[in-house]
């Protein structure tokens, strides 16, 4: 349990990089251009909390609680997500920065990732079940033992994914993006 817990509370422009956010639980917050930039936001709880515009790059969110939690247009470069509480975890992401972060061994069934630059993300054995990467560039992604059954990567791109090595059934791809699961075999096809 939390000692502090803070509701339907909103915050904006705050810079928790100087004046750490207070431990507790939040929620039903908004956050609105706040600076988590390299910040400790360790044991942490967030629940139906949305974040606008905010930066969390690099930040350390160790053992930290996201439930129901939408992230609009924010920057969150080089997250763990791997060390979050994995209980209940559920978040979403539109037109965010998730590049270099990790979701390795998480169980993501169902979540939104739309519009997002996910460069050099870690998807190894990762569980995206029926999850949606709407527009998402997966430049350099790492998928490795992922769990992709009924994933819609349709108008997702820049991807490279081994069906070897991956599960993909009814996963829907585009034309461009299936001819992306051949890219290990170094053959021309012309379309």
């Known amino acids: 349990m939390y000692d502090r817990f ?34 400790d936001i360790t044991n942490v709880s967030f629940t139906e909390c949305s974040f606008h515009d905010c930066d969390f790059s690099m930040a350390n969110i160790k053992n930290s609680a996201f439930k129901e939690v ?7 470069m080089g997250l763990h997500f791997d060390t979050c509480n994995p209980f209940l975890l559920s978040f979403n ?14 169980k993501l069934k169902k979540m939104l990732f739309k519009k997002c630059s ?13 999850c949606v990467l709407d527009n ?31 599960q993909l059934q009814k996963a829907k791809f585009s034309t461009k993006g299936a001819l992306s699961l051949l890219k290990k075999y170094n053959i021309k096809i012309e379309l």
């Open 136 to 166: 998402c560039n997966l430049e350099n992604a790492i998928f490795h033992n992922t769990v992709l059954r009924a994933a819609d990567l349709s108008t997702s791109y820049n991807m490279t994914i081994d069906p070897e090595i991956n």
């Open 6 to 39: 803070f509701g339907d509370n909103e915050y904006k422009g705050q810079n928790f990089q100087q004046a750490a956010l207070e431990k507790g639980e939040y929620d039903n917050c908004s956050f609105y251009n706040c600076n988590f930039k390299q910040s």
């Open 93 to 106: 992401f539109e037109d965010c920065i998730l590049n270099f972060s990790s979701f390795y061994k998480l």
């Open 118 to 130: 996910m460069e050099q993300v870690d998807f190894t054995e990762t569980d995206l079940t029926e």
């Open 70 to 76: 939408h992230f609009y247009n924010c920057k969150l």
